[in-house]
């Protein structure tokens, strides 16, 4: 399926126990999302997914046809400037 904004992707990275009690791999990639007031839906090649706000963990946005991002959990343990001081 072409995504509606061929400029951009995203990655919706769901709560991993609702990714997995849904049998859903996260992150859900999709080319458009629809924000409503309790959640969004996201375009999907088999149809449309609703997904409520508290099931979400990030959504990152990036242009179309790059790779994937970090993993949502390996970006939160890499230094927000300069290099990591070394542990003892």
Do not use: C, K
Request: no cysteine; hydrophobic share 35%.
């Amino acid at each position: 399926m072409a995504p509606a904004n061929p400029r951009h992707t995203y990655e919706v990275h769901l709560d991993e126990a609702v990714a997995s009690a849904l049998g859903i791999d996260s992150p859900v990639e999709t080319g458009h999302i629809d924000y409503y007031d309790a959640g969004f839906w996201v375009d999907l090649p088999q149809g449309r997914d609703f997904y409520p706000y508290r099931h979400v963990l990030t959504i990152r946005e990036r242009p179309w046809g790059a790779g994937p991002s970090v993993d949502a959990d390996e970006s939160r343990r890499e230094p927000i400037s300069g290099p990591a001081e070394p542990m003892d």
